[in-house]
């Protein structure tokens, strides 16, 4: 067997710890065409080999064309077991054993007949233990993976039976180009909730590659944001359209851009006064964040927790009970319909006011991300980036000076 190398920023689970988190792997060459990698997570890393072909006409190693694969958890949080949790060493003689033909280990190999619906209730139940919104997903797997491709094995799904079950669900009757577009992307948003169940298969070891889903690609052109969002003179009317206890919360909403879910379970104790931040603890992502505050928002919540315990709800109905989940659907209705906002709005576009506002008055994207809990900007600038490009043209436009050049005062000299 090859001799072990060494890495100080590798070997031990104190120097992984100072890594930062990313998708690629950090990677060690250990032999000649061979590499094992460290792939670092938010609450761990993963262990993984590459292997590269030679080139037969010049005995050399061609880097163009490699294969990857996992090998097992790294012992971040837990003491290797030698088979599903490996210290940095024996992921080398793992990865060197499978170069040199050995056998896997048991737990190693792929599990067979391991299905697309095995692979989306894994999914699922680490949702729920991540405690994320999991019923959108749920209700994908039920209506559009069981049905059709539920029963399909991993192993041996392939790219064109990934392509005819997604073409199947753009399927329209209608002619109307916009109904094509909406029933695409509808199509897209489905595949990129079964996409990221088979890759969680795939990180786990329950398959030996994701080529057959890499090769499918979504409807291109179809994912149009949805951009509605509210004029300050509407978002005033709404307010003095809705109830009493329903309008702190669309104040909230405004305030802060916070979610429905994220409002409804915040506490008192949520507001700092001193920093001038709430805090949502309770978030779609997982990710809890702090969210700074204007005045207006320091006032707000000034008076929302004046004379309330810690850990008494910060937005209470009137008869002091939770909100439900769906109690918004009714009140937001018929407060637009006070304020006369035709079509109605849903909740979520106070979400939309908050970071079309910002935009609005030039504030970056990367720091409204921030402030929505975005984890990049991509879905920022998706619906937020035209409002930005319509300050910028206001600011070139409103203080670019003259040049003083007229076409009159041109003469053509002889």
Excluded at 82 to 95: F, P
Excluded at 199 to 217: C, H, I, L, P, Q
Excluded at 229 to 251: G, I, M, Q, S
Excluded at 312 to 318: G, I, K, N, Y
């Amino acid at each position: 067997m090859a001799r072990l190398s060494r890495d100080t920023k590798l070997e031990t689970r104190e120097a992984r710890a100072r890594l930062k988190v990313r998708g690629e792997p950090y990677w060690r060459q250990i032999h000649p065409g061979l590499f094992v990698g460290y792939r670092k997570g938010k609450t761990g890393g993963v262990w993984w080999v590459r292997t590269h072909a030679e080139d037969p006409a010049s005995d050399r190693v061609r880097r163009a064309s490699y294969t990857k694969r996992r090998l097992a958890l790294a012992d971040d949080t837990a003491d290797s077991d030698g088979e599903n949790v490996l210290t940095y060493a024996q992921a080398q003689r793992l990865a060197i054993a499978i170069t040199e033909g050995d056998a896997l280990p048991a737990g190693k190999k792929v599990a067979a007949g391991y299905t697309v619906t095995d692979a989306f209730e894994d999914y699922l139940a680490d949702y729920k233990a991540r405690g994320k919104d999991w019923r959108g997903a749920e209700l994908t797997l039920e209506a559009h993976v069981r049905p059709d491709i539920g029963k399909a094995t991993l192993s041996k799904l392939t790219a064109e039976r990934l392509r005819g079950w997604l073409n199947r669900l753009a399927v329209t009757d209608a002619e109307d180009p916009d109904t094509v577009r909406k029933k695409r992307a509808t199509a897209n948003r489905i595949w990129n909730t079964v996409k990221a169940a088979l890759n969680f298969a795939y990180r786990n070891g329950k398959v030996e590659t994701d080529r057959s889903w890499r090769m499918v690609k979504p409807f291109r052109g179809v994912d149009l944001p949805r951009v509605a969002y509210l004029t300050p003179p509407e978002a005033k009317r709404l307010l003095n359209a809705c109830e009493p206890d329903f309008r702190a919360l669309v104040h909230g909403a405004l305030l802060t851009g916070c979610r429905y879910g994220e409002l409804t379970r915040m506490e008192v104790g949520d507001f700092d006064p001193g920093t001038g931040k709430i805090f949502a603890r309770f978030t779609k992502s997982g990710r809890p964040r702090h969210v700074p505050l204007s005045a207006e928002g320091v006032a707000f919540f000034t008076r929302q927790t004046a004379g309330k315990k810690h850990g008494e709800l910060m937005f209470p109905r009137a008869d002091g009970e939770h909100w439900g989940k769906a109690h918004q659907h009714r009140r937001i209705k018929a407060a637009c319909a006070g304020a006369g906002i035709e079509p109605a709005v849903s909740f979520h576009i106070l979400r939309h006011t908050y970071g079309a506002a910002l935009a609005g008055a030039g504030v970056p994207l990367k720091v409204i991300a921030e402030a929505l809990g975005h984890a990049d900007t991509r879905i920022t600038e998706r619906h937020y980036g035209h409002i930005s490009e319509e300050y910028v043209a206001r600011q070139v436009r409103a203080n670019l000076p003259s040049f003083g050049f007229e076409p009159g005062n041109v003469v053509t000299l002889p």
